[in-house]
């Protein structure tokens, strides 16, 4: 079945430092969402990407869609503490999520 | 507010007690999905209803039942269940499923279970 991984698992970075989750899937997938959950929180929508090699941003935000449509990224610029929360990405084929990226930031 | 409402939002069970999770949305959606949270797994899925038609059973075991009646409404039924149950059970519905699906999905707040 698909797959969805994500790297790295944990990430603790200096408010201020960038930071970047990847996700691989096993499988090619028709598009791509990511959801952002704060601590104690649910899972919220962030963006989806459709096309080959799609890049969108949403302010220091930057997401990319591989060509090859079976990987992902989620850069952030300069994080600060309200960056804080676990990033999972999502094929949406069976909205099936991947093991998710918990960001910590230390001021 | 999401516009998709679990309750209870907690709930303690002992392993012989049969409980049932409701959750609720207002979002005109079609699809609806239960997600089990678990530091072992984070988000793992377990039922998607589109249509009010299972589609998707992710090898969970029976003392888990969904329940759709209708398509703003989404059950899951609980019975023996173990204390490696424990967890956080998030509901989520979307406009679409699968390769049909066209907008994001909304989640719940989840409910917090315990099995002692």
């Known amino acids: 079945g698909q797959q969805v991984m994500q790297i790295p698992q944990y990430q603790h970075v200096q408010e201020g430092e960038d930071f970047t989750t990847y996700c691989n899937s096993s499988?090619?997938?028709?598009?791509i969402q990511w959801y952002k959950q704060r601590p104690g929180g649910h899972p919220v929508f962030l963006i989806q990407?459709?096309?080959?090699?799609e890049v969108k941003k949403q302010k220091r935000l930057t997401f990319q869609f591989g060509e090859a449509k079976k990987n992902s990224s989620l850069h952030i610029t300069a994080t600060q503490t309200t960056d804080v929360g676990t990033y999972f990405c999502?094929?949406?084929?069976?909205?099936?999520f991947g093991t998710g990226t918990r960001l910590q930031v230390f001021p | 507010e999401t516009g998709v409402t679990q309750t209870p939002r907690h709930l303690v069970m002992g392993m012989t007690n049969k409980k049932s999770l409701k959750c609720e949305q207002h979002?005109?959606?079609?699809?609806m999905y239960w997600y089990k949270q678990s530091a072992k797994k984070p988000l793992e899925l377990m039922f998607v209803?589109?249509?009010?038609?299972?589609?998707e059973n992710n090898s969970v075991p029976s003392r888990f039942s969904p329940e759709c009646p209708n398509s703003s409404h989404l059950f899951l039924h609980l019975h023996t269940l173990q204390p490696e149950d424990s967890a956080l059970y998030l509901c989520?519905?979307?406009?679409?499923?699968?390769?049909?699906?066209?907008?994001?999905?909304?989640f719940g707040q989840g409910t917090r279970l315990t099995v002692v």
């Open positions: 499988t090619t997938l028709s598009n």
């Open positions: 209803y589109s249509l009010e038609e299972r589609v």
């Open positions: 989520a519905s979307s406009q679409g499923a699968g390769r049909d699906m066209n907008t994001e999905a909304f």
């Open positions: 990407l459709v096309k080959s090699g």
């Open positions: 979002l005109g959606h079609n699809a």
């Open positions: 999502s094929g949406t084929d069976k909205l099936i």
